[in-house]
């Protein structure tokens, strides 16, 4: 099932705990999640600062726990990042990094997030996604 959707990760800190130069522990969910969304279709980026050595021991070890990735660090794979005439932002759908605003959810509420297409807004000093808000209680007949 191909549904054209494009998702850019992140590895320190998102895909494993963050240890960089190292490889951290995998996150609670991170493989299981990712190739879920992959077996539903979605395309998936992997979106690092790494590059050289440890972008190659990055993407093996994601290789050895069962994902291969789209694209890394690119659009599509196989794209040639010319500086003088692209812009340097990928081209993706959604990208899941735990310097999101508002913290990183964890891999359970990021599926959730993709599947429900929920979306978020700010409340008191806190960005919640609305399936952690709490409805509001109607106060009269009409509102």
């Given at each position: 099932m191909m549904n054209n959707k494009k998702i850019a990760v992140d590895f320190d800190g998102t895909i494993v705990d963050d240890a960089y130069p190292s490889i951290g522990k995998p996150k609670i969910f991170a493989f299981e999640?990712?190739?879920?969304?992959?077996?539903?279709?979605?395309?998936?980026?992997?979106?690092?600062y790494r590059h050289g050595k440890t972008l190659d021991e990055a993407v093996e070890f994601c290789r050895k726990n069962g994902i291969e990735f789209y694209a890394v660090n690119?659009?599509?794979?196989?794209?040639?990042?010319?500086?003088?005439?692209?812009?340097?932002?990928?081209?993706?759908?959604?990208?899941?990094?735990?310097r999101n605003l508002g913290g990183f959810p964890g891999w359970g509420?990021?599926?959730?997030?993709?599947?429900?297409?929920?979306?978020?807004r700010v409340e008191g000093k806190e960005v919640l996604a609305y399936s952690k808000l709490k409805k509001e209680k109607k106060k009269g007949l009409f509102w």
């Open positions: 999640t990712l190739k879920r969304l992959q077996a539903e279709g979605y395309r998936l980026i992997l979106w690092t690119s659009s599509f794979e196989g794209e040639i990042f010319d500086a003088a005439t692209q812009s340097r932002k990928l081209d993706a759908d959604w990208f899941i990094d735990d509420e990021i599926y959730n997030i993709i599947q429900e297409r929920i979306e978020f």
